[in-house]
């Protein structure tokens, strides 16, 4: 079992950086492969990005490449999602999640077995 939790949502405006953390707990991040995804309210949940156990191997979605950067921090137990060039259509909420297994290069969120609450990015015009 592994226990996720996000942070660093909030109210940005249009062009603003932000960066998401997600703190595991129960077990090492570095047995899993992370994923980000986001979902909006009434939507499926979209693939965001993801890195592999080591770190060596990531990949973000079509809307947000260029954009937005994976990494990870074994040590601290922590992955890292850095957005920037943030506009409306980011807002979300967005939820870290984790499984052991490879995932393919467009993972969908049904490849993934644990996920936190999420947290709230708001993007203003």
């Known amino acids: 079992q592994v226990q996720l939790v996000e942070s660093g949502g909030g109210l940005v405006q249009a062009g603003d950086s932000l960066r998401l953390s997600c703190r595991a707990s129960g077990r090492s991040i570095s047995s899993f492969v992370m994923g980000w995804f986001r979902q909006a309210p009434g939507q499926d949940r979209e693939f965001v990005a993801f890195i592999n156990k080591s770190g060596g191997t990531i990949n973000n979605g079509d809307s947000v490449k260029g954009r937005f950067t994976v990494s990870r921090d074994n040590a601290k137990n922590t992955v890292y999602l850095q957005m920037s060039s943030l506009n409306p259509e980011d807002t979300d909420v967005y939820y870290c999640?984790?499984?052991?297994?490879?995932?393919?290069?467009?993972?969908?969120?049904?490849?993934?077995?644990?996920w936190g609450q999420g947290t709230q990015v708001t993007v203003s015009p």
């Open positions: 999640e984790a499984t052991t297994s490879e995932v393919g290069w467009q993972p969908s969120t049904n490849d993934f077995n644990y």
